[in-house]
C-alpha cells in the first residue's frame, strides 16, 4: 500500500521559513511533486521534482522563495520554504506525479497534508 505522510507544517511569522517532508512507503518512487490548497480555493501546484534529471520546477507564485529536494536514500521529499507570505497559509500536499500530471493538477498518490498558517 502506497504511503505519503507529510510532516513539518506549522504556524509562523511573515518573513520565517519552515521546511516540509514527505515520507514515501509502500512502492517504487519517481517523480514527486508538492501542492497546496488555501481555504476557499482550489488546490493549486506548487514544486515538481523529476527523479531522471533532478530538474525542478515551480509555480511563479513560490519561485525564488521555495525549494524541493529529494532523499533517495530514505524515499522523502521536502520543500524548503523561506520567505514566507502570509499568501502561503493553506494545507500542503505531496504527491507522486509526472510533470505534466502535476501542471494539470493530477497525482497518481497523495499525502494526507500538512497544515502551514503564516502571521502577518
Known amino acids: 500500500q502506497v504511503q505519503l505522510v507529510e510532516s513539518g507544517g506549522g504556524l509562523v511569522q511573515a518573513g520565517g521559513s519552515l521546511k516540509l517532508s514527505c515520507a514515501a512507503s509502500?512502492?517504487?518512487?519517481?517523480?514527486m511533486a508538492w501542492f497546496r490548497q488555501a481555504p476557499g480555493k482550489q488546490r493549486e501546484f506548487v514544486a515538481h521534482?523529476?527523479?531522471?534529471?533532478?530538474?525542478?520546477y515551480y509555480s511563479d507564485s513560490v519561485k525564488g522563495r521555495f525549494t524541493i529536494s529529494r532523499d533517495n536514500a530514505n524515499d522523502t521529499v521536502y520543500l524548503q520554504m523561506n520567505s514566507l507570505k502570509p499568501e502561503d497559509t493553506a494545507v500542503y500536499y505531496c504527491a507522486k506525479a509526472t510533470r505534466a500530471q502535476a501542471l494539470s493538477g493530477r497525482a497518481d498518490y497523495w499525502g494526507q497534508g500538512t497544515q502551514v498558517t503564516v502571521s502577518s
Open positions: 509502500g512502492g517504487t518512487f519517481g517523480s
Open positions: 521534482f523529476r527523479v531522471i534529471d533532478k530538474a525542478t
